[in-house]
């Protein structure tokens, strides 16, 4: 038993063996009219169901001596001031108002993971009876139960045995809204990157390129093409970012579900677990790559192209893309896309998964509210990183056929292929060429990770509260 109530004269007094069986619990909440004392000294005899033992433990030696010796009866505040309570609480009209507060205790406690609950009061009994080195050895035993347990393994992502599951249509609603506020806060970072990785001419101070530094890019914009410009091809990127993480969550949800029912031990072990999230991070961001390059086109096309426009509406920019390219136009950049994303989706489930463990080594537990997000956008840019140059070619190839809008930025070049945009990219800018925009993609990959996974886990665990009500 963990937390008890004691009421008023109306349900019992909490006297003798009363008082001894609510010693045994680990939390005690009282009533101001709850009455609580050892009374059997007044009868010639002593506590016998653990009284003489567990109230000096609770309250001290001295001041249980007094009470016992005494037989004195203690209302709930005076239990209360000697710590014989964690807490007093005023009666109500039902006279249940300890039962109350009882249950709002207990219902904290079984939110969290059970194993944790049951070594940490483990942990604390079995140190009060030794020495504290040995007590630290009891904690350290402890530890290492719960740190290879499912209950200590808390992801935001991924089927989880011991958690609650989510139906198809609530892991939709959780993904589409973390995607769609990410994309717009992060719109116009995006604006910046993407013209930064088609200019052809160095991006740094004291030459003729168009955009030579984060700041003085974002002035010029402002400048030419107004505020509005920051948001240019945002409905596309809007439909990009919904259809292509909603795609991509649902196929990572099922396809882990279903691997874990079959194959247990890819929930069970923490290795195997990265593992899976590693190969099935790649598998659902191909899938969410194939469905979307469509859309991906398009908002490249128009965040790229300059004043006057060739692109005026988007039913336009399909058919003229259609009429003057084929469906090839499409899926111009797929390629790279497929090689960026695949691997840039499993190195953040995995980086993701790392991290999550790792933290829970440190002790920062205080902090554990902003642990998702924090490590999402971590994870999110080191995986970025990796592959950033199949980002910069994607973004290249899927504006070819397209230079006539880009004139006006500098230089245009076209590419056979993905090989031949990037030995051409090195060849005439340098490996450094490969790199452009990395900047401002660290930062969007920083914040786009921690905000999408950050409001994505606060809505899917805030379902599993709901469903658990």
């Not at 010639?44 to 309250?59: S, V, Y």
């Not at 593992?275 to 194939?290: D, K, Y």
């Not at 469906?327 to 695949?342: D, E, K, Q, V």
């Not at 920062?364 to 924090?374: C, L, V």
Request: charged share 20%.
């Amino acid at each position: 038993m963990i937390v008890v109530n004691i009421e008023s004269e109306r349900s019992g007094l909490a006297l003798g063996g009363g008082l001894e069986l609510a010693l045994a619990c680990d939390i005690r909440i009282a009533a101001q009219t709850a009455k609580l004392g050892l009374t059997e000294t007044k009868l010639g005899i002593i506590p016998g169901a653990g009284g003489t033992q567990r109230l000096p433990r609770i309250i001290g030696p001295p001041k249980a001596k007094e009470l016992i010796y005494t037989g004195r009866i203690l209302n709930g505040q005076q239990a209360y001031e000697i710590r014989l309570v964690n807490e007093v609480v005023k009666q109500n009209e039902q006279l249940n108002a300890a039962y109350q507060r009882s249950l709002e205790i207990a219902q904290e406690i079984v939110q969290q993971g059970p194993l944790a609950v049951r070594m940490a009061k483990q942990a604390i009994n079995k140190g009060l009876e030794v020495d504290l080195q040995t007590g630290l050895e009891v904690e350290e035993g402890c530890y290492d139960t719960v740190l290879t347990s499912e209950d200590r393994i808390e992801d935001m992502v991924g089927y989880d045995p011991e958690k609650k599951n989510l139906t198809s249509s609530q892991i939709l609603i959780a993904s589409t809204t973390a995607s769609f506020t990410s994309r717009f806060l992060l719109q116009p970072i995006d604006v910046i990157k993407i013209r930064f990785q088609l200019q052809i001419e160095p991006i740094r101070n004291l030459t003729n390129s168009k955009y030579r530094t984060l700041f003085q890019s974002i002035r010029l914009i402002h400048y030419e093409e107004g505020l509005r410009a920051f948001w240019k091809g945002h409905i596309a990127a809007q439909v990009l970012s919904m259809t292509f993480n909603s795609a991509q969550m649902y196929a990572f949800e099922k396809v882990t579900k279903q691997l874990g029912e079959i194959f247990p031990i890819t929930t069970s072990s923490p290795t195997a677990k990265t593992i899976t999230h590693f190969v099935i991070g790649s598998l659902a961001a191909s899938i969410a790559v194939i469905s979307c390059q469509p859309t991906d086109v398009l908002r490249t096309r128009f965040v790229g192209q300059g004043e006057p426009k060739i692109y005026h509406s988007y039913i336009q920019a399909i058919s003229l893309i259609w009429t003057r390219e084929g469906y090839h136009g499409f899926y111009r950049g797929l390629i790279p896309a497929i090689i960026l994303y695949a691997p840039v989706s499993a190195l953040t489930f995995g980086f993701y998964e790392l991290f999550n463990r790792a933290w829970d080594h440190l002790p920062i537990r205080k902090f554990d509210s902003i642990k998702h997000g924090f490590n999402g956008g971590i994870a999110g840019v080191l995986a970025k990183f990796v592959v950033y140059p199949f980002d910069l070619a994607k973004k290249r190839l899927e504006v070819v056929k397209f230079e006539e809008a880009r004139s006006k930025f500098g230089q245009t070049r076209a590419y056979s292929g993905l090989i031949n945009c990037l030995s051409e990219t090195i060849r005439h800018e340098g490996f450094t060429g490969l790199y452009k925009g990395m900047t401002p993609s660290l930062i969007k990959a920083y914040l786009s990770t921690a905000i999408t996974l950050g409001i994505y886990d606060s809505i899917c665990n805030r379902f599993r509260q709901i469903s658990s009500d």
